[in-house]
C-alpha cells in the first residue's frame, strides 16, 4: 500500500513538471513567436490596377525572419473577384482578402484596337490613349509607355502605366502580333570565314591566302568593337534568315574554320582580347577529343561547332572533291551526331571544303542543326535557307578597306 502511495507521489511530481514546461512553452512561443500582417486584412484594388502587397512581420523564437514569410496566391487585376493570399512562417499562418473592383482607378483608354498586327520591320504608329483620375483629372501626360520588343516575331505587349495623386496605380496593355517578313530592305548579315592564325614574328612555311596574322586579326576586331557591331547567337541567326527577328544592322558572325592548333594558340587569345565571340568549326578526328579537353582553349568567347568527324576529306567529285557530297544518308548523320557529340554542341556546321548538293543538305538537316556554312560569297539574308548560309571570305593581308567594304551597312 506504501508502495502505491509513493508510486502516486512520483505521477504527480511529474505531472506537475510536465504541465510546467508546457505551459513555459506555450508562454515562449506565444511571446517570442508570431506572424503580423501588414496594412490591412481585407484590401481592395482597381480593374487592371498594380497591386503591391504590403507584407508580413514574423519572429520566431525571438528572431526577425520576415524575409522568409512564404506567400502563396495570386491576383488577377484583369479579372474582378476577391482573392486571397496565405501568409506562412513556422507554424503560423495568415490571409488577406484582395478585392479586384470591376473598374479602373485610374482609368487608361486605349484608342483604336486593342490587338494590333504588323509584319516584322514595318513601322508601327501607337493608336493612342488617355487617362483619367476618379476626379476626372486629365492625366495623360503622366501615362508611361514601355514599349514592346517589336523586333521578334510574335505577340508582344505595349504596356501603359499611370498613378494618380494617391498613388493608386493602373496599367494596361495592348497587343501588337508581329508577322514574320522576309522582304524588307536590309544589308545582309557578314559571317565571317577564317581559318588559321599566325604570329608576324613567326610566319609558318606553308602560309597562304587561309592565313591571317594576330596582327591584322587585332585591327579588325578593335575596329569592330569601337564601331558598336553587335554579335547574334546561332538561334538568332537562324531566326533572322526565317524572319522573325530583325537584328541591328551593324551586326556580325565571326567563325574559323578547322579548329586548327594555330587558331587555338593565336586566334583565341586576341578574341580574350576584344571580348569578341566567335566560333570555331572543328574536325573532331582531327585531336578533336585532345583540343577540346585541353584547359587553355577553353574560352567563354569560343563557341565550338562541328565541320564534320571525318569527312573532310577526298572522295567526291563535286567542288574540291570531298566525299560528304556522295557519303550514304547515315552514315553522313553517324558522323556529324559524333562530332556533336565530341564538341558538346550541335547548333551550327560548315560543310567540309564548302561542297554541297542535295545529300550533303539532307544530312545536315537530319542531323538537327539551326545553321549550316557554305563556302559562297555573299552575306545571309531574310529568307535565306538556313542551312545552305553564305560567308565572307577573309584572306591574308587584306587592307581595313576591304575588310571594312565587306562586312559594313550598305
Not at 478585392?99 to 520591320?121: A, N, R
Not at 493602373?170 to 501588337?176: A, E, I, K, L, Y
Not at 522573325?244 to 587558331?263: C, N, R, W
Not at 571580348?275 to 563557341?303: C, M, N, R, W
Request: include cysteine; hydrophobic fraction near 30%.
Amino acid at each position: 500500500m506504501k508502495r502505491k502511495k509513493t508510486f502516486n507521489i512520483i505521477l504527480i511530481a511529474l505531472a506537475v513538471v510536465v504541465i510546467g514546461i508546457a505551459g513555459y512553452t506555450f508562454h515562449y512561443y506565444s511571446s517570442d513567436s508570431y506572424l503580423v500582417l501588414k496594412g490591412n486584412s481585407s484590401d481592395t484594388v482597381g480593374l487592371n490596377g498594380v497591386y503591391s502587397d504590403p507584407g508580413a512581420t514574423a519572429v520566431l523564437h525571438g528572431r526577425d525572419v520576415s524575409d522568409q514569410v512564404k506567400v502563396s496566391g495570386k491576383i488577377d487585376t484583369e479579372t474582378p473577384g476577391k482573392y486571397k493570399l496565405s501568409y506562412k512562417a513556422g507554424n503560423f499562418t495568415m490571409q488577406r482578402t484582395v478585392t479586384v473592383l470591376d473598374e479602373m482607378d485610374p482609368v487608361i483608354q486605349l484608342k483604336g484596337e486593342d490587338d494590333v498586327t504588323i509584319k516584322l520591320g514595318d513601322e508601327y504608329k501607337d493608336p493612342g490613349f488617355s487617362a483619367t483620375d476618379s476626379q476626372g483629372n486629365d492625366l495623360t501626360a503622366q501615362v508611361e509607355v514601355d514599349e514592346a520588343d517589336l523586333n521578334k516575331a510574335g505577340n508582344q505587349k505595349i504596356r501603359y502605366t499611370v498613378s494618380d495623386a494617391e498613388g493608386k496605380t493602373t496599367q494596361v496593355s495592348r497587343t501588337v502580333k508581329v508577322e514574320p517578313n522576309t522582304e524588307y530592305e536590309t544589308s545582309g548579315l557578314p559571317i565571317c570565314m577564317y581559318h588559321y592564325v599566325y604570329d608576324e614574328n613567326d610566319i609558318p612555311s606553308d602560309v597562304n591566302a587561309n592565313y591571317i596574322s594576330k596582327e591584322d586579326l587585332s585591327e579588325e576586331l578593335d575596329w569592330l568593337i569601337q564601331e558598336g557591331y553587335y554579335f547574334p547567337t546561332w538561334q538568332e541567326v537562324r531566326d533572322y534568315v526565317d524572319g522573325k527577328l530583325l537584328l541591328p544592322e551593324k551586326s556580325i558572325v565571326i567563325t574559323f574554320d578547322d579548329g586548327a592548333y594555330s587558331f587555338l594558340d593565336n586566334g583565341i587569345p586576341v578574341l580574350e582580347k576584344y571580348k569578341v565571340p566567335a566560333t570555331s568549326f572543328v574536325i573532331t578526328s582531327h585531336d578533336g577529343k585532345k583540343k577540346l579537353a585541353t584547359e587553355k582553349y577553353q574560352s567563354e568567347y569560343v563557341q565550338y561547332e562541328s565541320h564534320s568527324h571525318d569527312m573532310h576529306r577526298g572522295g567526291g567529285n563535286i567542288g574540291h572533291g570531298g566525299i560528304m557530297t556522295v557519303i550514304s544518308h547515315d552514315d553522313g548523320v553517324a558522323d556529324l551526331k559524333k562530332s556533336i557529340e565530341i564538341v558538346g554542341s550541335g547548333e551550327a556546321f560548315a560543310y567540309p571544303f564548302g561542297d554541297t548538293n542535295d545529300n550533303t543538305r539532307s544530312i545536315v538537316e537530319d542531323a538537327g542543326f539551326l545553321c549550316a556554312m557554305t563556302t559562297t560569297q555573299g552575306r545571309a539574308k531574310p529568307g535565306d535557307d538556313p542551312l545552305m548560309l553564305p560567308r565572307q571570305r577573309m584572306s591574308r593581308n587584306q587592307s581595313m578597306d576591304a575588310f571594312k567594304a565587306m562586312v559594313s551597312p550598305f
